[in-house]
């Protein structure tokens, strides 16, 4: 049974920091690209950060220079460090893991922002 669960999400004001986490099982996680999306009330889920399994990371516009994103393949997690984090960033993370056909989402984190 493949699970994905994120932790770490909360409420911060804005200008702090979060760091997600995003801890697998029941897969092979070092074959897989790890993603973290998040999708805020009234708007479509869209893609935060990626990592391949061999470490590129790709990041939305809007949070390049303020998120990154890791793998500790030994630890089987992903993360999302969030710094000088905005009201805008106030959504539902979830951790997604893909490979080939095979993909699973996590159940979501709530990160809200406040100003």
């Known amino acids: 049974q493949v699970q994905l669960v994120e932790s770490g999400g909360g409420l911060v004001q804005a200008g702090g920091s979060l760091r997600l986490s995003c801890s697998a099982s029941?897969?092979?996680?070092?074959?897989?690209?790890m993603a973290w999306y998040r999708q805020a009330p009234g708007k479509q889920r869209e893609l935060v950060a990626g990592?391949?399994?061999?470490?590129?990371?790709n990041y939305a516009d809007s949070v390049k220079g303020r998120f990154t994103i890791s793998r500790d393949n030994a630890k089987n997690t992903v993360y999302l460090q969030m710094n000088s984090l905005k009201p805008e960033d106030t959504a539902v993370y979830y951790c997604?893991?893909?490979?080939?056909?095979?993909?699973?989402w996590g159940q979501g984190t709530q990160v809200t922002v406040s100003s």
């Open positions: 990592i391949t399994s061999g470490g590129s990371t």
């Open positions: 029941g897969i092979i996680f070092s074959i897989f690209t």
């Open positions: 997604h893991a893909k490979q080939l056909q095979l993909f699973y």
